[in-house]
Protein backbone atom coordinates (compact mmCIF):
# COMPACT_ATOMS: atom_id res chain seq x y z
CA UNK A 1 0.00 0.00 0.00
CA UNK A 2 2.53 2.22 1.09
CA UNK A 3 4.09 1.75 -2.73
CA UNK A 4 0.92 2.49 -4.06
CA UNK A 5 0.83 5.96 -2.33
CA UNK A 6 4.25 7.26 -3.24
CA UNK A 7 3.54 6.11 -6.67
CA UNK A 8 0.23 8.13 -6.83
CA UNK A 9 1.28 10.90 -4.09
CA UNK A 10 3.15 13.34 -6.39
CA UNK A 11 0.34 13.39 -8.50
CA UNK A 12 -2.23 14.21 -6.08
CA UNK A 13 0.17 16.67 -5.21
CA UNK A 14 0.50 18.63 -8.64
CA UNK A 15 -3.20 18.16 -9.73
CA UNK A 16 -4.27 19.49 -5.79
CA UNK A 17 -2.34 22.48 -6.07
CA UNK A 18 -3.57 23.26 -9.61
CA UNK A 19 -7.32 22.91 -8.01
CA UNK A 20 -6.71 25.12 -5.21
CA UNK A 21 -4.57 27.56 -6.93
CA UNK A 22 -7.71 28.00 -9.20
CA UNK A 23 -10.06 27.92 -5.98
CA UNK A 24 -8.26 30.45 -4.28
CA UNK A 25 -8.10 32.71 -7.83
CA UNK A 26 -11.98 32.20 -8.30
CA UNK A 27 -12.73 33.41 -4.54
CA UNK A 28 -11.27 36.81 -5.06
CA UNK A 29 -13.94 37.12 -7.82
CA UNK A 30 -16.95 36.31 -5.34
CA UNK A 31 -19.75 35.88 -7.56
CA UNK A 32 -22.41 32.70 -7.48
CA UNK A 33 -20.57 31.35 -10.18
CA UNK A 34 -17.23 31.67 -8.68
CA UNK A 35 -18.04 29.76 -5.63
CA UNK A 36 -19.96 26.71 -7.51
CA UNK A 37 -16.76 25.87 -9.02
CA UNK A 38 -15.00 26.08 -5.89
CA UNK A 39 -17.13 23.82 -4.18
CA UNK A 40 -16.82 21.60 -7.54
CA UNK A 41 -12.88 21.40 -6.87
CA UNK A 42 -12.86 21.36 -3.61
CA UNK A 43 -15.31 18.31 -3.69
CA UNK A 44 -12.73 16.58 -6.36
CA UNK A 45 -9.83 16.99 -3.49
CA UNK A 46 -11.52 15.62 -0.80
CA UNK A 47 -12.72 12.28 -2.81
CA UNK A 48 -8.76 12.14 -4.22
CA UNK A 49 -7.47 13.04 -0.97
CA UNK A 50 -9.74 10.10 0.58
CA UNK A 51 -8.69 7.40 -1.83
CA UNK A 52 -4.94 7.78 -0.87
CA UNK A 53 -5.69 8.18 3.01
CA UNK A 54 -5.03 11.92 3.60
CA UNK A 55 -7.66 12.30 5.88
CA UNK A 56 -6.72 15.92 7.49
CA UNK A 57 -6.64 16.92 3.72
CA UNK A 58 -10.33 15.45 2.66
CA UNK A 59 -11.72 17.06 6.25
CA UNK A 60 -10.24 20.45 5.20
CA UNK A 61 -12.03 20.18 1.98
CA UNK A 62 -15.22 18.68 2.55
CA UNK A 63 -15.24 22.30 4.94
CA UNK A 64 -13.79 24.60 2.47
CA UNK A 65 -16.84 22.69 0.06
CA UNK A 66 -19.79 23.47 2.98
CA UNK A 67 -18.07 27.08 3.51
CA UNK A 68 -18.40 27.25 -0.83
CA UNK A 69 -22.39 26.51 -0.57
CA UNK A 70 -23.11 28.61 2.51
CA UNK A 71 -21.27 31.67 0.43
CA UNK A 72 -23.83 30.98 -2.73
CA UNK A 73 -26.95 31.35 0.21
CA UNK A 74 -25.78 33.91 2.46
CA UNK A 75 -23.26 36.20 -0.40
CA UNK A 76 -22.04 37.49 3.30
CA UNK A 77 -18.74 38.91 3.21
CA UNK A 78 -17.90 37.35 6.92
CA UNK A 79 -18.72 33.67 5.16
CA UNK A 80 -16.60 34.48 2.17
CA UNK A 81 -13.51 35.60 4.28
CA UNK A 82 -14.04 32.31 6.10
CA UNK A 83 -14.09 30.57 2.57
CA UNK A 84 -10.70 31.92 1.67
CA UNK A 85 -9.47 31.67 5.35
CA UNK A 86 -9.98 27.70 4.86
CA UNK A 87 -8.51 27.33 0.89
CA UNK A 88 -5.40 29.03 2.58
CA UNK A 89 -5.47 26.41 5.29
CA UNK A 90 -6.15 23.73 2.65
CA UNK A 91 -3.22 24.91 0.56
CA UNK A 92 -0.65 24.16 3.81
CA UNK A 93 -2.31 20.81 4.66
CA UNK A 94 -1.69 19.94 0.57
CA UNK A 95 1.74 21.91 0.62
CA UNK A 96 3.12 19.62 3.81
CA UNK A 97 2.34 16.20 2.07
CA UNK A 98 4.53 17.12 -1.03
CA UNK A 99 6.84 14.56 -1.27
CA UNK A 100 10.62 16.32 -1.36
CA UNK A 101 12.90 16.30 -3.76
CA UNK A 102 15.66 14.98 -1.97
CA UNK A 103 16.45 11.15 -2.52
CA UNK A 104 17.89 8.19 -0.33
CA UNK A 105 21.33 6.57 -1.60
Given at each position: ?E???????????????????L????????????????????????????L???????????????LA??????????D??A?????????G?????????????
Open positions: MDLIATFMPRFVAIATKRISALELATKRTPDSVTAIARELHAIAGEAGLGLEAIEAHARTGEGKKVRTSRSDAADLLASLTELKAIDRVAPTSATSG
